[in-house]
């Protein structure tokens, strides 16, 4: 193989003039960052309201939160990143949908990534949930309601705090997935990490520099995530629902 191998690369100026070639990258993984830890919370929220109507005995509630799973699962989260920052405003108001064209950059690709990772992620959320309840034995909701508890805090303060136990290690995956699933926002502009090593590979043509660069940075992010959560596992492990995480158990 013919290539030019330079890795002092990424201590030369960057073409904005405004750093290296590393501080671009690192500004990458900032917007990442943010874009991964914004839509993980519209995905915990929405995915446990939507896990938790499935799990309740109002028919129509349930086919409903069902048919929302269904449909942000099975469309593809490229397609449906399109149709956020594409179709969403052709479809609104016209004064809204101008508006939300014009919405500066990085602004107008950050949203629509946000909003898009969201809604995908708490589809799988809700299954999580929706499981993670289902799993618990029906002893725990009848001896809650027996101690008078009505609907709403017998999930609040018997079910969901144990449930939530149960599926962590799922939950964390969800979150890893997130981080990595967050490079498609390079396909609307948002130049995320996975964006800038493209850029830094177009403009300085060290093509394996920079992507090796990006994947150490995405391994970085993902072991200290396992970590802290294998952590958390150990802390909140309730015996005789799931025991404490070991070394190499995921």
Known sequence: ???????????????????????????????TLATALAAWV?????????????????KWAVRLAGA???????????VQLFLWYFVLPELLPEALGNAIKQIAPPWGAYWPAVLCLGFFTSSR?????RAGIESLPRGQRMAATALGLRGTQVYRHVLLPIAY??????LTSEFMN????????????????TGRAR?????????FEAFAAATVLYLIVSLVVVTFM????????????????????H
């Open 42 to 58: 519209i995905a915990f929220v929405l995915g446990s309201i939507v896990g938790v109507v499935r799990t309740t005995q109002v």
């Open 165 to 170: 136990r149960v599926i962590l290690p799922p």
């Open 230 to 249: 294998r952590w958390v596992e150990r802390r909140v492990a309730v015996p005789g629902f799931i025991g404490p995480a070991r070394d190499g158990s």
């Open 1 to 31: 193989m013919n290539y030019n191998w330079n890795w002092k690369i990424f201590w030369e100026l960057s073409p904005d003039g405004q750093g290296t070639y590393m501080d671009t990258l690192l500004s990458g993984l900032q917007w």
């Open 178 to 193: 997130i981080i990595k699933n967050s490079s498609v926002a390079m396909t609307i502009g948002l130049l995320e990490l």
């Open 199 to 207: 850029s830094m590979q177009e403009f300085s043509f060290q093509v």
């Open 68 to 78: 929302y799973v269904e449909l942000f699962r099975n469309i593809p989260l490229l």
């Open 125 to 129: 959320v809700a299954e999580q949930v």
